[in-house]
């Protein structure tokens, strides 16, 4: 039995270090590039892997990143754009998912295979014809600030569309039919049903599909980068592919951008992290 | 009673026509406009079309004889092959230990999942400094541990041959390599779930059939598991086939010396560096032939599981 014990504890030894690497190629290139932001410059080359304490110390990659590139404006148009996107997709996503979900009629499978389908065409094999819809609509390609973030928003809204209709579709379908039949009892009208028990109960799926929504908008360099091309459209992630392309050898300044880029996403996560993979994980997948 | 709430249907209209109305203008018109572009002669992004390619294949003909289109198609299939291989297989055994420990489940599946949430852009701009030419943290990592080579010049001084992680002979894990990291968290989430979701009374009776540690896993968590499974087989297939932002940030236009391009990053070069519109439009709608054949390839390989 002694010796059992002696195996056990071995090959758990052995699982929870395959483990923990795995962790920590995950973390750790995230933490090198944090602290190689706070480094000077010429150190990141030949010294990159202690911590940056003393003389190797800096603040400089962060105030010449937010000195030579309009972050403040680039965190506002993302924001705007990618909190827009994600206010209409729930409104959108969550009445289409309800409707379908419990109504039934002719053309609903017919729907469902189009949402399906939906969700498998690739960006770049719609934008193009996006692009000349809406230049011909007078949005894209004006240079004014807030038709071009409008162009970015349309498209975007219609990309999350089909994967947040079926993760809502999946937890729609788990409310107890009961409640709506009591609410309908009282009188209540459908819509008073949706928003009065179907949202409440159905609350932590929309976090999710909020939360997937806004970080796949913000994340977005295809389509950011097509409609957004004046200085002052510039969001997040276009931006720091603008830096990328023009930051030559100055590897510190590349670090601090990738961190001033990635801190709101971090941020996100860290808070909703419970939301994100409890709610992905029971509404997507199932089956 | 569910009939009585639900049997009026004119609500409908308000529940299904916004969502409906965005699908179809931005998602479907586009994508059938694309593939009636692939036929017409189109100058430049905002342009119309100039008229119909003679013949009106061209552009599928093409596909077939352009050497660049030959060598994104061949690191392309590569790139689908060590996914499938690592990604999954990465994420199956990552799933399959943590399923064996008692501490610490959350906290693996946020960190492995954290790499998704992250733009590519940012990630590409990461694995730059991570694999840079010139003291970048893989190269310098070999340095401390003496695995550099070093070059001895004529007046005595030593230079560090530096490995050049992006050039013909390395390029390809260093694209590679980043692409299956990011995901891996995906796939580890789904499996997790699939095995959340196998019953637990079939363990306890095979523990009582004498079962356990690894007899489980062959016997029960694994052929169980095939469904899931099957469902990441095609994602990874589609997924690999789509992969433009990270190679693009990495790479660019091909590099190194026209042997780095991917469908993805050739479609998305053809169209708006080269303004080759109806060309790359028939690149992307030859990604998604592609995506659909090899999925039910996959689907026809592994056969579902009916009573699970």
Redesign the interface.
């Known amino acids: 039995m002694a010796t059992n014990n002696k195996k056990t504890s071995i090959s758990t030894g052995i699982i929870y270090a395959v483990l923990i690497f795995w962790a920590l190629t995950t973390i750790y290139p995230f933490i090198w590039v944090i602290l190689n932001s706070f480094r000077k410059k010429g150190l990141i080359l030949s010294d990159s892997f202690s911590l940056p304490l003393g003389d190797a110390f800096t603040m400089d990659n962060y105030i010449t990143a937010w000195q030579r590139s309009d972050f403040k404006n680039a965190y506002l148009n993302s924001f705007l754009i990618s909190g827009t996107v994600t206010v209409i997709v729930i409104i959108l996503a969550g009445l289409a998912a309800y409707g379908l979900t419990r109504y039934q009629f002719r053309g609903r499978g017919l729907l469902y295979s189009l949402i399906m389908g939906g969700m498998m065409f690739p960006v770049f094999a719609t934008i193009i014809p996006v692009f000349r819809m809406e230049v011909i609509m007078g949005i894209a390609g004006r240079g004014n600030r807030w038709l071009s973030m409008l162009a970015v928003i349309l498209p975007q809204i219609a990309g999350n569309l089909c994967f947040s209709i079926i993760v809502l579709m999946g937890f729609i379908q788990s409310v107890p039919i009961e409640l709506e039949e009591s609410a309908y009892l009282d009188g209540c009208n459908v819509f008073q049903i949706y928003f009065h028990i179907i949202i409440p109960a159905a609350k932590s799926s929309f976090a999710t599909v909020a939360i997937f929504t806004f970080l796949w908008s913000y994340n977005d360099l295809f389509t950011q980068s097509f409609f957004l091309r004046y200085p002052q459209e510039k969001a997040i992630t276009g931006l720091l592919n603008e830096i990328s392309s023009q930051a030559g050898v100055n590897y510190g300044l590349m670090a601090s951008s990738v961190v001033l880029v990635v801190i709101p996403v971090l941020l996100v996560y860290i808070a909703l992290q419970k939301h994100i993979i409890k709610g992905l994980t029971a509404g997507a997948i199932k089956g | 009673?569910?009939?009585?709430?639900?049997k009026?249907?004119s609500?409908?209209i308000?529940?299904?026509v916004?969502?409906?109305l965005?699908?179809f203008?931005?998602?479907?018109?586009?994508?059938f406009?694309?593939i009636i572009?692939t036929f017409l002669s189109i100058g430049g992004?905002?342009r119309a079309a100039e008229g119909v390619n003679t013949p009106w294949y061209e552009n599928y003909a093409r596909l077939f004889t352009d050497p660049y289109m030959r060598t994104a198609m061949k690191n392309t299939a590569i790139l689908i092959v060590c996914t499938v291989i690592f990604q999954v297989g990465?994420a199956l055994?990552?799933a399959l230990?943590?399923d064996?420990?008692k501490h610490?489940q959350q906290?693996?599946?946020?960190?492995?999942?954290?790499?998704i949430?992250?733009?590519?852009?940012?990630l590409?701009?990461?694995?730059?400094?991570?694999f840079?030419y010139?003291?970048g943290?893989i190269n310098?990592?070999l340095l401390?541990l003496g695995l550099l080579n070093y070059e001895v010049k004529t007046n005595g001084k030593m230079i560090v041959e530096w490995l050049d992680w992006k050039d013909k002979a390395h390029f390809m894990p260093t694209m590679f390599m980043p692409v299956m990291?990011q995901y891996?968290?995906f796939y580890f989430?789904?499996i997790?779930?699939?095995i959340n979701n196998i019953p637990s009374d079939l363990y306890e009776a095979a523990a009582l059939d004498g079962a356990d540690g690894w007899k489980k896993t062959r016997y029960i968590t694994l052929p169980l598991l095939r469904?899931?499974l099957r469902?990441c087989l095609v994602l990874a297939i589609?997924g690999a086939l789509?992969v433009?932002?990270l190679p693009w940030?990495m790479f660019g236009a091909g590099m190194p010396e026209n042997q780095g391009w991917l469908t993805?990053t050739y479609?998305?070069d053809q169209?708006f560096n080269r303004m080759n519109?109806d060309y790359?439009?028939t690149i992307?709608?030859f990604?998604?032939v592609l995506?659909?054949i090899l999925s039910n390839a996959a689907n026809r390989l592994i056969k579902p599981l009916e009573d699970f």
């Open positions: 009673m569910k009939s009585m709430i639900y009026k249907k609500p409908l308000v529940f299904l916004p969502a409906f965005f699908i203008v931005f998602l479907y018109y586009p994508f406009q694309n572009n992004l905002g990465i055994i990552l230990l943590v064996n420990v610490g906290f693996f599946r946020t960190v492995y999942f954290f790499p949430v992250i733009s590519a852009t940012a590409g701009l990461m694995f730059n400094l991570i840079l010139k003291g943290m310098q990592l401390k990291w891996v968290g989430v789904i997790v779930t699939g469904n899931v469902t589609t789509k433009f932002d940030v993805g479609m998305y169209t519109v790359g439009s992307a709608v990604i998604v995506g659909i």
